[in-house]
């Protein structure tokens, strides 16, 4: 099924063909007067530039008109092959139509609303025939079922007509399109950039991406520059500012070799107040804590070894080293933001 933009919108539609393979673009006198352009003839000629396929308007009151208009445009420089022409569908249309396909143009019957409109346009050669679905939708007329009798007779008849699905006001109607069979739809931008769009797929492609991150990164490619650190002679207000400073729950203790020695966290904090009261903040590490060594990672490890000990250990934060000397701290967070 070929795939269509339908727009005016000069700056959607050049985003819209770098995807590189949407069949064309059907645009109207509406969608061109809605985004302020007034030189339509100079819009024509660098869209053709743009897009692979260009449908345009060619009106008139009678089929020598049209014909005329058509000649007209062609005459701007336009590709015969890459240029499709619309027309409204009527007798006059019809006619028009089957004078310009015998000339080897290529001809869009359009505003179709009836299966005897489809046929007309058919039987006079039409490239495509475009029904409206919206539109009908809007004053309660099956307008699938008008897409689906215009596909069969197509296929029925052999006619060389190709059917397109348009008016396409959400991504239901791309499905609609499919299930029916049509041959082409026209879509606007907001539909197309929707038709890629579903939650388990966000869900999953989040889920491969974290697995990745975890797969391949390495510590030191998250880690910050802070490293909150203390030595046994501080006190507990010292650690309580660098941890303050460095935005940190937690703050490193290191010996004079500058390696971890312990870990005091702002939940020690409360637990401390709670047990030796709001002067315990007064003393010094090596009179208040007992130390214990806490978990660490060489920078170099990959973030799901980090991971795994979060996993297996009750604790929010992992002192980072190099060479066995603290250089920072992960916090489970860090993990967890990758997620996101």
């Known amino acids: 099924m070929e795939l269509y933009l339908d727009s005016a919108d000069m700056e959607e539609i050049k985003e819209a063909f770098q995807l590189g393979f949407l069949s064309g673009l059907t645009t109207t006198p509406t969608f061109m007067h809605r985004h302020g352009i007034t030189d339509i003839d100079a819009t024509i000629i660098e869209l053709s530039k743009i897009v692979p396929v260009l449908q345009i308007e060619a009106l008139g009151d009678s089929a020598e008109q049209i014909v005329t208009e058509v000649y007209r445009q062609d005459a701007l420089g336009l590709d015969k092959e890459t240029t499709v022409y619309k027309i409204p569908i009527s007798l006059e249309g019809v006619k028009a139509c089957k004078i310009l396909t015998d000339k080897g143009f290529k001809v869009n019957v359009h505003l179709v609303y009836t299966l005897q409109q489809a046929y007309m346009a058919m039987a006079a050669g039409a490239t495509y025939v475009c029904p409206l679905v919206g539109r009908l939708q809007d004053q309660g007329h099956d307008a699938l079922s008008l897409v689906e009798q215009c596909v069969d007779a197509v296929n029925y008849y052999g006619y060389k007509s190709k059917i397109m699905f348009s008016s396409v006001r959400n991504i239901e109607h791309v499905r609609n399109a499919l299930n029916i069979g049509a041959h082409t739809i026209t879509a606007p931008w907001k539909v197309i950039q929707q038709m890629t769009k579903n939650n388990l797929t966000d869900l999953g492609t989040q889920q491969f991406v974290e697995h990745t991150r975890l797969m391949t990164y390495k510590i030191k490619d998250i880690l910050g ?54 002067d315990a903040v007064n003393k010094k590490v090596i009179d208040t804590l007992t130390l214990v060594k806490p978990f660490t990672i060489d920078e170099n490890e990959l973030l799901n070894d980090a991971n795994n000990i979060f996993k297996q250990n009750p604790i929010n934060s992992i002192v980072v080293t190099r060479k066995n000397q603290v250089i920072g701290m992960l916090h489970i967070q860090d993990i967890l933001g990758l997620e996101r």
């Open 225 to 278: 520059t802070d490293n909150p650190t203390a030595i046994v002679e501080n006190t507990i207000s010292e650690c309580l500012l660098e941890m303050t400073v460095g935005k940190f729950g937690a703050v490193t203790i290191v010996n004079e070799k500058k390696e971890a020695i312990g870990i005091f966290t702002d939940g020690d904090l409360r637990r401390l107040i709670a047990s030796k009261g709001a």
